[in-house]
């Protein structure tokens, strides 16, 4: 029993997902983490997990982005080396217009997209942390740590009841990639 | 969830019977994971002598220089810009339909998005090696951007549309690349979750180890969402800034407020029709027409039909306008396209872009396959002959008569822009035949929802009005996926 790691529900349908993940937390069984070939929605709020806060980063690239890139205009055609182009002023704001609004949108988004990358380790090469290699495609999966819940034939029950199709014991958290 | 169900008056956006979550990903993955069938092989061999010709009538520009074009001393710009505009316009429609529509929570656009977003980035690829080759010096091509130099410190001139058209044009291929490519991971981890050996060990890298976590989807979304919000403006400010690559010059044609929206539509008007050729071929041979219904192509073409009504308002206001500036040249400049040496052109533009749209108001037009594929394409034939009228037509009769010439194409012309054609569609089947040509997790989403199968569920279990069945039961008549036993399926008793 000890060799045990992760308790592996396995459903064919999002919705006994959500069934099973009611059923474990009524009975006090924690969930280590779900699964799913697509976004469930809904299944942060029923396990707790916290908004997100990509919207706040992205917020600030823009900043970043807005301002890096009028530093850009203002630096080269006010203050390095300003031009007489056809009797146009220094500091032309409106022709500052558009390429302030292209750099403010790359900036966001090339930052957001390395925050969320970087957040969930995601990168090229990276060894996938796969618990069922159908989570990708047709199953529905709920993750248990078997070692902070002891009653597994219990969890096994609450699992079928809900619908579950198969239920695992993993001995390795994840699976092998080798 | 199924806690509410969609009302039974929307029509399916996924047909079939038995279909599961298992049979999506078998049915999207059966191209990537099967040797190609011959329809691809002939296909990829054509458009491969096309790119073949790209290189040959580049590498025969860059050699002698922009002189190997039909150009003169008159008219400088002539097919190389048309060609940008066309396939920076094309690429527009990507972007509209995986930013603007899901913004507008249209679920349609899910089992579309996919292929789009990649026509967006291979169309973008060909507008930018345009913009390259007709520098001249393309070796110098990075002087476009503001670089500290030894040339005595002189910065780009910001004043400039050109300009601004590079920070734009990269702008909105890094952002697309970025969009399409963070939507592929999830698809790419089904990939590589049934692969084995070293296709596994390819598409692992590529998945950048997604794994379907409460945490990377919750995230996910939220990218997805945060990225369509500044796509939406983005896509916008492109053709918006193309069209002042014109509009802030003072030739007669070019001068005129009315181009940034004008260009904009016309870009979205273009590039529609080149999903629709692009969708109708690749349902038929990759037999995705279960994913891609009727209903897809009737929206399609429905937007072709206002955006092209659209670019037909623009054209009568630009007549208007010329008229009531009491300008001479600007005057002159247009009685010259309606009546001049390039009349035919213009005519072309004419009858393509505003007359067969107005077509798509008859609902048998808009739900035939073969003619929505024909009308596709004249409408993009129509939108690269309204490039060439607002390019050519303006410069070829200058301001003094002695400098008058007419523009005619080289080989190495209608090779550059040929060739382009067999690059974008050589790219274009390689990633059908590499990635999953619509996004698999997406349509997974529509399965409990929008499907037929979810739907004749409903009908069957009852407590629906007969009324509203009928209507749906109707809609159903123009799907060429669903079968008469289907519909008969949903009588009520």
């Known amino acids: ?178 | 969830m199924s806690s509410h169900n969609e009302s039974i008056l929307r029509e399916p956006l996924v047909t079939g019977k038995d279909i599961t979550y298992a049979k999506v990903t078998d049915d999207i993955l059966l191209p990537v994971e099967n040797k190609p069938n011959k329809a691809w092989w002939i296909g990829f061999i054509m458009a491969a002598l096309g790119a073949l010709l790209w290189v040959v009538s580049v590498g025969y520009t860059f050699w002698t220089g922009i002189g190997a074009w039909g150009l003169n001393k008159t008219v400088g710009w002539a097919w190389d810009i048309t060609d940008f505009v066309w396939w920076v316009g094309i690429g527009h429609a990507g972007t509209l339909i995986s930013a603007v529509l899901l913004l507008f929570r249209q679920n349609w656009r899910n089992s579309i998005n996919r292929s789009a977003e990649a026509m967006t980035i291979f169309a973008v690829i060909c507008a930018a090696t345009y913009v390259v080759a007709h520098m001249g010096r393309p070796w110098l091509a990075y002087w476009i951007f503001p670089l500290p130099n030894q040339f005595g410190s002189l910065w780009v001139n910001f004043n400039s549309p050109l300009v601004w058209d590079a920070f734009a044009i990269s702008t909105y291929f890094t952002v697309s690349l970025v969009f399409w490519y963070c939507g592929l991971l999830p698809d790419i981890a089904s990939v590589r979750d049934r692969a084995a050996g070293l296709k596994r060990r390819i598409y692992s890298i590529l998945s950048f180890g997604w794994n379907g976590s409460v945490k990377t989807w919750q995230r996910f979304e939220i990218v997805s969402l945060i990225l369509a919000g500044i796509s939406t403006p983005l896509v916008l400010s492109v053709h918006t800034i193309v069209s002042m690559d014109f509009a802030t010059s003072v030739i007669p044609g070019w001068h005129t407020t009315i181009f940034p929206p004008y260009f904009v539509a016309g870009a979205i008007f273009s590039g529609f029709a080149m999903v629709q050729t692009l969708l109708l071929v690749m349902r038929k041979v990759l037999n995705f027409e279960n994913y891609i219904t009727m209903f897809h192509i009737e929206s399609m073409n429905k937007i072709i039909m206002v955006t092209g009504s659209i670019v037909g308002i623009a054209y009568l206001t630009e007549l208007f306008i010329a008229w009531y500036s009491g300008s001479e040249y600007e005057m002159y400049a247009f009685a010259n396209r309606i009546a001049g040496p390039y009349a035919w052109a213009y005519w072309a533009m004419m009858t393509c872009n505003v007359i067969s749209p107005q077509l798509f108001w008859f609902k048998k037009i808009r739900t035939s396959i073969p003619i929505s594929w024909v009308l596709s394409i004249v409408v993009n034939i129509g939108m690269w002959f309204e490039r060439f009228v607002i390019i050519v037509t303006s410069l070829h009769r200058d301001y003094i008569p002695s400098s008058w010439a007419m523009f005619y194409p080289t080989w190495t012309d209608v090779g550059v822009f040929v060739g382009s054609i067999g690059v974008f569609f050589t790219l274009f089947l390689l990633f059908l035949r590499f990635l999953p040509g619509i996004a698999i997790a997406e349509v997974k989403l529509l399965l409990k929802s929008a499907s037929l199968q979810q739907k004749t569920k409903l009908v069957k279990e009852g407590h629906l009005d007969p009324e509203q069945v009928a209507f749906f039961r109707d809609s159903l008549s123009k799907y060429d996926s669903v079968s008469e036993e289907d519909i008969k399926e949903l009588e009520t008793k």
């Open chain 1, 1 to 178: 029993m000890s060799n045990i790691k992760y308790i592996i529900g396995s459903f064919a349908d999002p919705d006994e997902l959500m069934d099973g993940i009611d059923k474990l937390q009524a009975n006090n069984i924690s969930i280590y983490d779900c699964f799913t070939p697509m976004p469930i929605h809904g299944i942060e709020a029923k396990l707790g997990v916290k908004p997100s806060r990509l919207p706040i980063a992205a917020f600030c690239f823009g900043l970043l982005g807005g301002t890096l890139g009028f530093s850009l205009l203002y630096y080269t055609m006010t203050y390095d080396w300003p031009m007489n182009i056809g009797g146009k002023p220094a500091l032309p704001l409106p022709d500052f217009v558009p390429v302030t609004f292209e750099c403010t949108i790359l900036i966001t988004a090339l930052g957001m997209v390395a925050t969320f990358f970087y957040r969930n380790h995601l990168f090229p090469g990276r060894a996938p942390r796969v618990m069922d290699l159908r989570a990708t495609d047709d199953r529905f999966i709920i993750a248990i740590d078997a070692n902070d819940n002891v009653d597994h034939e219990k969890i096994e029950g609450l699992l079928k009841e809900a619908g579950a199709v198969e239920v695992k014991y993993n001995e390795r958290k994840y699976v092998s990639y080798e």
